[in-house]
T-cell receptor, first 113, second 117 residues
């Protein structure tokens, strides 16, 4: 069974600073997808970034980038130039071909002015 | 693109009644949709996978007779909570799988808050 672990229940960062959220996972599969979703107070789940396991290059989306270490089964999210609107719960997720998505417990990020 | 709607956003019902929640993919076809449940300050727990034109696949511990799922078209899946009880009060979220292009990504609806009195 695949498991996803987020070891940081809460984190905070000053506005304009950089923060990294950790995620590790466990699987015996070689091909899979990894995701970071953001859930603001509205509770709408928003896709932040997506990584295919077969791609060595780390995914980036504007201020968001990942450090994907396949051998270590690690998938951290870096948020640069943090903004107040980045305050939310962040969930790391794993799936095989888009099915059966498993989520970590989440990290509550607070961006302080 | 990749917008998923959910209706209603909030519902209050009496114990023993049934409640239907709709999930629609607005700008793409979704052969597979998913239903999750989220308790306060917790992560999302997959309840069932809904496949268009076939029976849903339920996760272990989820009562299929209580949580009826219908996926009659490529853009609509419904979850009916039958004979609801206060312990069914929760936040229910659907997602739709977009397998087109470079997809295989799930896009989520805004959720439905169910309160059973």
């Amino acid at each position: 069974a695949q498991t996803v672990t987020q070891s940081q229940p809460e984190m905070s960062v000053q506005e304009a600073e950089t923060v990294t959220l950790s995620c590790t996972y466990d699987t015996s599969e070689n091909n899979y997808y990894l995701f970071w979703y953001k859930q603001p107070p509205s509770r709408q789940m928003i896709l932040v970034i997506r990584q295919e396991a077969y791609k060595q290059q780390n995914a980036t989306e504007n201020r968001f980038s990942v450090n994907f270490q396949k051998a270590a089964k690690s998938f951290s999210l870096k948020i640069s130039d943090s903004q107040l609107g980045d305050t939310a719960m962040y969930f790391c997720a794993f799936s095989i071909s888009g099915e059966d998505m498993r989520f970590g417990a989440g990290t509550r990020l607070t961006v302080k002015p | 693109g990749a917008v998923v709607s959910q209706h209603p956003s909030w519902v209050i019902c009496k114990s023993g009644t049934s409640v239907k929640i709709e999930c629609r993919s607005l700008d793409f076809q979704a052969t597979t949709m998913f239903w999750y449940r989220q308790f306060p300050k917790q992560s999302l727990m997959l309840m069932a996978t809904s496949n268009e034109g076939s029976k849903a696949t339920y996760e272990q511990g989820v009562e299929k007779d209580k949580f009826l799922i219908n996926h009659a078209s490529l853009t609509l899946s419904t979850l009916t909570v039958t004979s609801a009880h206060p312990e069914d009060s929760s936040f229910y979220i659907c997602s739709a799988r977009d397998s087109s292009g470079a997809g295989d990504t799930q896009y989520f609806g805004p959720g439905t808050r169910l309160t059973v009195l």
